[in-house]
């Protein structure tokens, strides 16, 4: 997979390591296209993006955009927002931003744990644990819907 890394902000991590990472969730997890980019950048940039593309007028801390044909689509990643992410989770800026470019790629390869009652968080997990970034709990079962007569 051809995996272009960008950033606009000073304290991204190396291409050579976000690569590499993403290379390691490549061999656990097929992707559905053969390019991927990554952008780091700040809160504004990445509360623009959120207001245009999600109309939500806040910074978040990563948006994935997927692509057509050979490209699986473009993640973003808010340094900032991941950096108040890892202090607020007592965790390292690192172990924050891998997590967050597992939960973009997932997205990428069309997983929405907005609608899919915890398969991408399952999975994420699952993935988390092989890629030694599972420090929280497992993911509780989705509770069952009560069906309406």
């Not at 990563?62 to 607020?88: K, T």
Request: proline share 4%; aromatic share 6%; hydrophobic share 35%.
């Amino acid at each position: 997979m051809e995996i272009d890394v960008a950033s606009s902000v000073s304290g991204a991590p190396s291409v050579r390591r976000t690569q590499g990472f993403l290379r390691r969730l490549e061999r656990l997890h097929r992707p559905a296209g053969r390019e991927l980019s990554v952008l780091f950048c700040g809160d504004a940039r990445m509360r623009a993006l959120n207001r245009r593309y999600r109309g939500r007028d806040r910074s978040t801390d990563v948006l994935a955009f997927p692509g057509q044909g050979a490209s699986l689509g473009d993640i973003v990643i808010s340094l900032p927002y991941a950096s108040r992410e890892a202090r607020r989770r007592g965790e390292s800026r690192r172990r924050e931003l891998d997590r967050l470019l597992l939960h973009g790629y997932l997205h990428l390869n069309g997983y929405d744990h907005e609608v899919d009652e915890g398969q991408m968080d399952r999975l994420e997990w699952r993935l988390r644990s092989r890629l030694g970034l599972a420090r929280e709990a497992r993911p509780a079962a989705p509770r069952a819907r009560a069906k309406r007569s």
